[in-house]
């Protein structure tokens, strides 16, 4: 997929990769319209194609009083903000097929989670909007499974896919990256890493999901190497307060070093090719 079919992408002849940035989940306009202007001004100076990444609602959640969102309509309405003020295009995640019309009016991305990616009528539903529909690998799946996932979209009529790899679980409260698993997943569509989700530590004691954020620069070093064509990263001003995910999330203040150095190693891995 031709990642200049997205609105308002920007940079895409930079030969970087391409990134899905933003907060877990959307915590209110303030919050939203911060972190994007701050990853934007980044992005614009290493010549970075980018995508602000918010979920509009939380649906998997290991317990009935962790934070879901602040209202549907509401928080698509800030990512449309978001949008129209930084001229830049949107990721949301969808949960249910009245998700996919819904969130197709707001955004330009419709991402499928990784626990609902095998879930047909959302997948077709999704692509029948038109947007770029980002599959996210099953935690549980072979990196060949996804061929099939991709193949929903094309058979719904559809060439708009990326395939994001957020690691495989490795015992009940680990994940672990195959990285074996970037280049066969090219064969069928463009392919992300999922650097913050793929460091989670899940199905914790608290029902609280834990995470490695420490590991964050030796994943992605690991994905640019291996030619990935874009990275997820979920950042936050203050991820210990963050609402959603903030045991895996960056710290926004280390986001610019960060992608300097992989801008880098990208350059280098180019210069091999």
């Known amino acids: ?24 989940a959307i915590e209110g306009e303030e919050m939203a319209l911060r972190i994007a202007e701050k990853i934007v001004a980044i992005t614009d100076k290493l010549e970075i194609p980018f995508v602000f990444k918010g979920s509009f609602k939380k649906a998997n959640r290991s317990r009935i009083d962790s934070f879901t969102g602040i209202g549907d309509e509401k928080a698509l309405k800030i990512l449309r903000k978001v949008s129209e003020t930084f001229d830049v295009p949107t990721v949301t995640d969808i949960h249910e097929v009245s998700d996919a019309i819904k969130a197709a009016e707001y955004v330009d991305v419709l991402q499928i989670p990784a626990f609902l990616v095998r879930q047909t009528d ?27 996932a991709v193949q929903k979209v094309k058979d719904s009529g559809s060439e708009k896919a990326w395939i994001t790899d957020r690691g495989t679980m490795f015992g ?4 672990l990256v195959d990285f074996r698993g970037i280049p066969e997943m090219r064969n069928y569509a463009p392919v992300v890493l999922d650097v913050t989700h793929s460091l989670q530590q899940p199905n914790q004691n608290s029902g609280v999901t834990g995470g490695r954020p420490d590991m964050i620069e030796t ?55």
């Open 1 to 24: 997929m031709d990642i200049n079919l997205i609105p308002k992408i920007k940079h895409t002849n930079s030969n970087n990769f391409f990134l899905l940035a933003g907060p877990c």
């Open 122 to 148: 959302l997948v077709v539903a999704a692509a029948k909007t038109g947007k770029v529909v980002n599959l996210k690998k099953g935690q549980f799946m072979s990196p060949s499974a996804m061929k099939h």
């Open 172 to 175: 009940y409260q680990d994940m």
């Open 219 to 273: 994943i992605a070093r690991a994905g640019v190497v291996n030619n990935v064509d874009g990275l997820f990263i979920e950042t936050h001003f203050d991820p210990a307060n963050a609402k959603s995910d903030g045991a895996n999330m960056l710290d926004i203040a280390y986001l610019e070093k960060l992608l300097s150095n992989l801008v880098a190693i990208r350059k280098t891995v180019n210069s091999f090719n």
